[in-house]
């Protein structure tokens, strides 16, 4: 039961970013590991409001729980490779 709480706790962390997360959330999910895609900067211009642009991909949270473990399964359960992405802890806000 305490997985599945936890799971659940977790799982509105899935498909976000960082910079999104309220102070509340960033103490909330606290150490918590998160994957992200590794990313690969492009050096392809795009078009923006009319004006080239660098095309920065926003990184958001692909998997989160309470191991690195965990991550991989969640990643391999959606068909995803672990090995394209970058696992992290998510830090204290301050």
Not at 23 to 34: D, F, G, I, P
Not at 41 to 55: C, K, N, S, Y
Not at 68 to 80: D, F, G, K, S, T
Request: proline share 5%.
């Amino acid at each position: 039961m305490a997985a599945t709480k936890e799971q659940r706790d977790v799982s509105g962390l899935i498909g976000r970013r960082v910079e999104e997360l309220s102070l509340s959330e960033r103490l909330r999910y606290a150490n918590t590991w998160v994957a992200f895609r590794i990313y690969t900067p492009t050096t392809e211009l795009v078009q923006r409001d009319g004006q080239p642009a660098i095309d920065l991909r926003s990184r958001r949270i692909e998997a989160a729980g309470a191991s690195p473990q965990e991550l991989i399964a969640q990643l391999r359960r959606r068909n995803l490779d672990p090995a394209e992405y970058e696992f992290t802890i998510l830090k204290q806000p301050y």
